[in-house]
């Protein structure tokens, strides 16, 4: 057998050694490397991200424009409703009607500047009086003899000064007594603590006041008019002074009952203080308020009854009683433009469209 050629045997060997290096290679790829950790993260599950599909946003979006769109168009309209006109003012009168009347009391004082002996002893007995009806209230003082006995004193002293000095003296002694009620009045207001409840808390803080000595029972009968609300400064606004100094005046004019004529306040006084009760009394009830308008409505016709009586409704919540005294108002021509705004006003806290 011949040899193989040299070359060849160097082939041969060549390609079994590369063999046997391909087959190691091969074996040891295959083992693990025991160095190397396992990335478990590798083998999570990923989440699937939803994403709509192009274009389904803004289908979405404008969808919910028209929806909202719509919704404004079918909703009843926003409608701007004025505030109310509920201040009653007309018992205030303007200046010069108060300025008219302050100047007749101070004339009637300066023509009477001193108090008569008749006065002073009338204004004694009624004093008396009044304590009496103060204490035991209006049906106790009449069936109580001494109280009526004081006021019968009270009385015919009053007579006398009419006799001796003439009507007008009675109508100057009403208004001097009116002046120191009210003067007397402002004086408890401006001292009583800041926060206190008002004149009928006056027992506890200040228990006794030249109010009370003066007018007995006159601080509590003021109580529950809200007049006191009117203090400014000080001192009671020009028509509330007016007010409390002629409530006081038709207590001493009442002495004038065998007095003929009776003396009773100027009839502007008079309008003043009806006005006052029917706008601003606080204490009145719903049908002694009728009863007063009915008497304004008489005394005069160009009063707006049925606004105020509109305003008086709308305050104690009757917005439909309201709404139908504000109409009345409107047939009879009397503010007719507060009356409309009212009745706008009020329909809209019923849930009506104006």
């Known amino acids: 057998m011949s040899a193989a050629p040299p070359h060849e045997d160097?082939?041969?060997?060549?390609?079994?050694?590369?063999?046997?290096?391909?087959?190691?290679?091969?074996?040891?790829?295959?083992?693990?490397?025991?160095?190397?950790?396992?990335?478990?993260?590798?083998?999570?599950?990923?989440?699937?991200?939803?994403?709509?599909?192009?274009?389904?946003?803004?289908?979405?979006?404008?969808?919910?424009?028209?929806?909202?769109?719509?919704?404004?168009?079918?909703?009843?309209?926003?409608?701007?409703?004025?505030?109310?006109?509920?201040?009653?003012?007309?018992?205030?009168?303007?200046?010069?009607?108060?300025?008219?009347?302050?100047?007749?009391?101070?004339?009637?004082?300066?023509?009477?500047?001193?108090?008569?002996?008749?006065?002073?002893?009338?204004?004694?007995?009624f004093a008396l009086w009044l304590a009496q009806e103060a204490t035991q209230g209006q049906l106790g003082v009449e069936h109580d003899f001494a109280a009526r006995l004081h006021l019968a004193r009270a009385e015919e002293q009053a007579r006398q000064l009419v006799l001796s000095k003439g009507p007008d003296a009675l109508q100057a002694a009403a208004a001097r007594f009116g002046l120191q009620v009210r003067e007397a009045l402002e004086e408890l207001l401006r001292s009583m603590p800041a926060g206190h409840a008002g004149l009928a808390s006056v027992d506890k803080d200040i228990p006794h006041s030249r109010l009370d000595q003066i007018a007995p029972g006159m601080r509590a009968a003021l109580a529950g008019t809200g007049i006191e609300r009117q203090l400014r400064d000080g001192a009671l606004e020009p028509a509330t002074q007016l007010v409390v100094e002629a409530l006081a005046s038709q207590r001493i004019l009442s002495l004038g009952s065998r007095v003929t004529p009776r003396p009773a306040l100027p009839s502007d006084v008079q309008g003043l203080l009806l006005r006052w009760r029917v706008e601003a009394h606080e204490g009145l009830t719903a049908e002694r308020r009728a009863q007063l308008l009915a008497q304004l409505e008489a005394a005069d016709p160009g009063y707006p009854i049925d606004f105020t009586a509109g305003v008086w409704a709308a305050r104690e919540g009757d917005c439909q009683a309201a709404v139908a005294a504000w109409q009345r108002s409107l047939a009879r021509r009397q503010m007719p433009a507060q009356a409309r705004a009212n009745i706008r006003w009020c329909q809209a806290k019923l849930g009506r469209q104006p």
């Not at 490397?33 to 989440?47: K, R, T």
């Not at 599909?53 to 719509?70: C, E, F, K, N």
């Not at 009168?93 to 302050?102: H, I, K, N, Y």
Request: glycine residues 4%.
């Open 10 to 125: 160097g082939a041969v060997e060549a390609a079994q050694a590369a063999e046997s290096a391909g087959t190691a290679n091969t074996a040891k790829a295959a083992e693990p490397e025991a160095q190397a950790p396992v990335d478990q993260s590798e083998f999570e599950l990923e989440q699937p991200v939803l994403v709509p599909p192009r274009g389904l946003v803004w289908v979405t979006l404008a969808a919910l424009s028209l929806s909202a769109a719509g919704a404004i168009l079918l909703a009843p309209p926003v409608v701007a409703v004025d505030p109310p006109s509920l201040n009653l003012q007309t018992w205030q009168s303007d200046e010069a009607e108060l300025s008219d009347m302050r100047r007749r009391i101070q004339a009637l004082l300066r023509r009477y500047p001193q108090a008569e002996a008749q006065e002073q002893a009338l204004r004694g007995e």
